[in-house]
């Protein structure tokens, strides 16, 4: 027993130990750095990004604490890694850098339009920064927008209110970050995404997810081991009032697997489009081993899994047989 003890004193000591700093630029890193003069540093991400040359070479960018209100469009060919400064690496709690931006659907040509960060390339990563949109009710406004395959965020925030994560195109995988929302705020068309680890926050009565898939193709949202909790200043009726997803198209695929809610959904779990039965004639809306739900009442047209089932819903299923070769295991769940 008092080996135990002695272990239960000693967890945080070794929890700090583990956890990884990253506080300066790896080598051949762009630097950017708010209100710079050094030569051969960037105010702006969007400077860096401009900086980058335009063939097929490895870059990265990274990038020192502070908020920068500016909204980044990257579509260089080669592959891209973005760091932001933090003295944790393993999770999103001790992230430190902050893009923002106030851009919404009325004033916007489309969806993708509104993101504060755009990535329409493929082979790119990102760890421990914050997006944001910072308009909140009222329209879509997008924080990320997500086009491209082979796409990694590790330990990331992203914030907002309407359509928060636009996870449209491309395999694409979300470890051990932070999403925010109140209406739809996990949505797209032909995204093949695979969230794993997340704190997903729900700030009023709304839709976690919103698939848009539009056919039988091999797009699905996957999520495993994800913990759905109340956002800061959340709206009154939140708890009791907020589904897993509802179908944008009626072949949406959503997958929740080992889910730990915090905050009670709807007994339901999954909606119709704005009430239309036949926004489910295709869909297929699953979970399993959902925990922390004391009266769970599915619609005839959800699935409950078994074990068996639910093994073939995987980072594979979602993204492909070769994730191993692009995805971070150092962040995998």
């Known amino acids: 027993m008092m080996y135990v003890a002695v272990l239960?004193?000693?967890?945080?000591?070794?929890?700090?130990?583990?956890?990884?700093?990253?506080?300066?630029?790896?080598?051949?890193?762009?630097?950017?750095?708010?209100?710079?003069?050094?030569?051969?540093?960037?105010?702006?991400?969007?400077?860096?990004?401009?900086?980058?040359?335009?063939?097929?070479?490895?870059?990265?960018?990274?990038?020192?604490?502070?908020?920068?209100?500016?909204?980044?469009?990257?579509?260089?060919?080669?592959?891209?890694?973005?760091?932001g400064y933090t003295t944790d690496t393993t999770t999103y709690t001790a992230n430190q850098v902050n893009i923002q931006f106030n851009a919404n659907r009325?004033?916007?040509?489309?969806?993708?339009?509104?993101?504060?960060?755009?990535?329409?390339?493929?082979?790119?990563?990102?760890?421990?920064?914050?997006?944001?949109?910072?308009?909140?009710?009222?329209?879509?406004?997008?924080?990320?927008?997500?086009?491209?395959?082979?796409?990694?965020?590790?330990?990331?925030?992203?914030?907002?209110?309407?359509?928060?994560?636009?996870?449209?195109?491309?395999?694409?995988?979300?470890?051990?970050?932070?999403?925010?929302?109140?209406?739809?705020?996990?949505?797209?068309?032909?995204?093949?995404?695979?969230?794993?680890?997340?704190?997903?926050?729900?700030?009023?009565?709304?839709?976690?997810t919103a698939s848009g898939r539009n056919n039988d193709d091999a797009g699905s949202y996957v999520f495993n081991a994800n913990t759905i909790v109340l956002a800061p200043n959340a709206e009154s009726g939140t708890s009791g009032g907020y589904y897993f997803g509802r179908p944008w198209s009626d072949w949406a695929k959503v997958i929740f697997k080992n889910t730990a809610v915090q905050v009670a959904p709807k007994s339901a779990l999954w909606s119709l489009w704005d009430g239309n039965a036949t926004s489910v004639d295709h869909v297929f809306f699953a979970d399993f081993a959902t925990t922390g739900v004391s009266n769970i009442a599915r619609p005839s047209w959800a699935t409950q899994l078994s074990s068996s089932q639910a093994a073939q819903y995987s980072i594979s299923s979602a993204v492909g047989s070769d994730w191993t070769s692009w995805v971070d295991q150092s962040y995998f769940v």
Do not use: W
Not at 30 to 44: L, P, Q, Y
Not at 53 to 80: C, K
């Open 8 to 83: 239960a004193l000693l967890l945080p000591f070794f929890q700090a130990v583990l956890a990884a700093s990253r506080t300066s630029p790896p080598s051949g890193a762009i630097v950017v750095r708010a209100g710079t003069t050094a030569s051969g540093e960037f105010k702006t991400i969007s400077s860096a990004v401009a900086s980058l040359p335009s063939d097929s070479s490895s870059r990265s960018i990274f990038i020192y604490p502070g908020t920068y209100t500016e909204q980044v469009y990257i579509d260089r060919t080669g592959p891209l890694t973005i760091y």
């Open 106 to 208: 009325a004033a916007s040509s489309s969806n993708d339009a509104t993101g504060t960060l755009r990535i329409h390339k493929d082979n790119f990563s990102m760890y421990n920064v914050n997006v944001k949109n910072t308009f909140g009710a009222g329209s879509q406004a997008g924080a990320l927008s997500e086009y491209g395959n082979k796409a990694g965020f590790y330990a990331c925030g992203f914030y907002g209110y309407q359509d928060t994560l636009y996870a449209t195109q491309g395999t694409q995988v979300y470890l051990k970050g932070y999403i925010e929302g109140k209406t739809d705020f996990i949505y797209g068309v032909q995204g093949q995404a695979y969230f794993g680890g997340n704190t997903i926050a729900v700030k009023g009565a709304g839709y976690v």
